[in-house]
């Protein structure tokens, strides 16, 4: 059965409160939430296989630190959405402004509008894919995962990254030290066409370019080379 | 942190409203700086009159006898309309930069807070909330307007710390950020003749861009140009006689979202100060670019000018 939540009317702490409450085999498993308003930190911190829309736009931290859940914004999402995900699943329906996905350990986040600046920044292992174009010094210091471009990339993509893969179509007006393009291989394109259908995008894999670090810039022992 | 909000009307039938959606907008924005807030307002222009708003410390013995004071010093008529403690000079038109100068020697005590033809600036030490309930923020009418909550980093809590800047006829300027060449480029400017009052680094970069101005630059080169020579991170906004532009730093790690509509262009730091506007939910919402001038005026479509970063 839908819970709905009107956050305007009954605060941010409960409806969290509310959502941390529920266990790996609760009924409750689908959460509407309106009236979101620009709200910081909506959904963060959920634990368990529900899912939760969000009708409208949020501010800061829209589901960080999301482990299991499906969390569906349905409009655009303020700074650091799914920062530090470890697994389940983000979608932005709108745009997502800086840092979305920083430090993400898991998990699939999903931008069908831009992301702006440093998205994917510190990436541990989350897959992003966003449908528009991201910002500049997007997968700065990137340490694992996927980071999917549909659109183009800004300055200085997979600045001082470590392993990550990074796929473009579009254009990259710059990348940063220590990042290159790279050879894609018959397992990109399957990584990428996995992708590309979990994120719902018609893109074709064949399209993207792939850019990964050139590994001159870091003496770590290289335990995800890609 | 630090709060901005601007609000640039394109529907007349708004006017009346614009000092009350700014005060919603910068309530909402409290969180993000409580020290003091301050609002720049751009009312009717009356032909016959420039205006020089002021604030004093102790208003009830500044204000007493400041318009015939000035009235002799300018050679013309001039009225005071006091509000809490700031005041409006209105002095004779084409007057507001030689009233401001003509301030200083007959009552130094007094402080510009702004001058022009349309302009007026009200700033307080303060929460949002109590800042614009005393000046009565809500019930001014005008045409668009700028507005700053204050967390500060840079320099001490004052009157004079807050924002809006003047940064020169009916031209001011709010700022979320830090700017970290400002002592340089204050001892700079100050070689310049450029008149700066306080250790705030805002203040150096409105007084930049005075002095670009001075020199010949429009508001907008004046705008590319701080990208340059300003070091730190800022957005600014900045309010003219006619118009409303928006500048962010090439890093751009502060927030800023911007909302269009037939009936106006809103910006705000957060989306939270933009949810009351009427329309919001079908405006074209969008985060302005790093290193973009974004202009709007009453004559012209917006015109953003990309700037290499």
């Not at chain 1, 605060?11 to 959460?31: C, I, K, P, V, Y």
């Amino acid at each position: 059965m839908m819970q709905t939540y009107d956050l305007q009317a009954n605060g941010l702490r409960e409806l969290n409160a509310a959502l941390h409450a529920q266990a790996n085999d609760t009924n409750q498993t689908s959460w509407e939430i309106v009236n979101p308003r620009g709200s910081h930190a909506v959904a963060v911190g959920l634990d368990a296989p529900i899912e939760v829309s969000v009708k409208g736009s949020t501010g800061y931290y829209t589901a960080g630190m999301n482990k299991q859940a499906t969390v569906h914004v349905h409009g655009s999402a303020g700074p650091g959405v799914a920062e530090n995900m470890m697994s389940g699943t983000v979608v932005v329906e709108g745009d997502a402004s800086q840092y979305a996905g920083a430090t993400g350990h898991g998990g699939l986040l999903v931008i069908k509008g831009n992301a702006s600046s440093r998205c994917g920044i510190s990436m541990k292992g989350i897959n992003i894919v966003v449908h528009g174009n991201v910002g500049h010094m997007s997968a700065f210091m990137a340490q694992s995962g996927n980071l999917v471009v549909c659109g183009d990339a800004g300055d200085a993509l997979g600045d001082s990254i470590y392993e990550a893969r990074l796929f473009v179509r579009g254009s990259v007006k710059s990348l940063g030290a220590d990042c290159i393009e790279k050879e894609m291989r018959p397992e990109h394109i399957e990584i990428l066409r996995d992708l590309l259908d979990r994120a719902g995008c018609d893109a074709k894999p064949e399209e993207f370019k792939r850019y990964g670090s050139a590994r001159q810039l870091y003496n770590f022992k290289i335990d995800n080379a890609y | 942190m630090c709060g901005i909000v601007g609000l640039f009307l394109k529907d007349k039938a708004l006017e009346p409203q614009l000092g009350a959606l700014l005060t919603d907008m910068l309530i909402t924005m409290t969180d993000r700086g409580p020290d003091s807030a301050g609002i720049a307002i751009y009312g009717a222009e009356d032909t016959s009159a420039s205006k020089l708003t002021v604030q004093a410390e102790d208003p009830d013995t500044a204000f007493d006898g400041l318009a015939d004071k000035m009235a002799a010093a300018l050679g013309g008529p001039v009225t005071l309309t006091r509000n809490d403690t700031h005041a409006v000079l209105r002095v004779p038109a084409g007057k507001a930069e030689e009233a401001r100068t003509a301030l200083r020697e007959v009552a130094p005590d007094v402080r510009a807070m702004s001058f022009g033809d349309t302009l007026e600036i009200y700033k307080e030490v303060g929460l949002p909330k109590d800042v614009a309930a005393r000046f009565d923020i809500a019930k001014m009418s005008g045409t668009h307007g700028i507005g700053h909550t204050r967390m500060a980093t840079e320099s001490a809590v004052t009157t004079l710390g807050a924002h809006p800047f003047n940064t020169g006829l009916d031209q001011c300027l709010v700022h979320n950020g830090s700017l970290s060449n400002h002592n340089s480029l204050r001892r700079k400017l100050q070689r310049e003749g450029i008149h700066i009052e306080t250790k705030n680094d805002t203040e150096v970069g409105a007084a930049y861009l005075t002095w670009k101005m001075q020199n010949g630059a429009t508001l907008g080169e004046a705008l590319e140009a701080s990208l340059e020579d300003l070091d730190g991170f800022f957005n600014f906004v900045v309010g003219t006689k006619d118009g409303f532009g928006v500048v962010r730093d090439p890093i751009a790690c502060k927030p800023a979202v911007m909302a269009e509509t037939d009936q106006y262009v809103a910006f705000g730091s957060e989306y939270r100060a933009l949810v009351n506007l009427p329309g919001i939910e079908t405006a074209r919402v969008w985060e302005p670019e790093p290193a973009t001038v974004y202009f709007w005026t009453h004559d012209q479509a917006p015109t953003p000018s990309k700037k290499a970063a």
